[in-house]
């Protein structure tokens, strides 16, 4: 599917969609921590969150629309104190829109963020066998860590998944811009 599609930051307003949009989402695969039954949040506690991030230099949610929908969601969360140097990231996309550059563009806003707001490190956990996903977290630098066996149980079968991180200080240190 070749719809056009935009990036744009989350707002609470987003959060009945959004929440609908992880239900669905939840149903298309066995990569998330969620299945069809989407995340444990009401409406007013998701609009809660996005109001919060909406206007953060250490959260961010990017939400993909193709004609006001959503398609897709990337999102980075710095951690606290001695960790503040560093951001979880999280992507996710429809099945049907994959492959049409949704992913990288989301990647890309939060580097983008992640690099204007002085993250040093973003981390990731990937299910070892998503090897779409993997070429995409390696296309934007990011380097595998370790695999945690046993990091999802499914339907009595134990699941692996790796740890990816990107440093961004090396990319910073090689701009003499920054």
Known sequence: M???FVIVRAQAEDAAALLEYLKIIGGETDNLSFGPEGVPLSVE???SYLGMQAASTDHVQYLAKVDGQIIGTASLNRKPNRMRHRGEFGISLKKAYWGCGAASALTEAV???ARDNDFAQLNLEVRSSNARAIHLY???GFRKLCTFPAFFR???QDVDFDLMN???RQSREADPCR
């Open 111 to 113: 580097l983008a963020f």
């Open 154 to 156: 499914l339907e009595g």
């Open 2 to 4: 070749n719809a056009p």
């Open 138 to 140: 390696e296309k934007y």
């Open 45 to 47: 506690q998701e609009a």
């Open 166 to 168: 990107l440093d961004l």
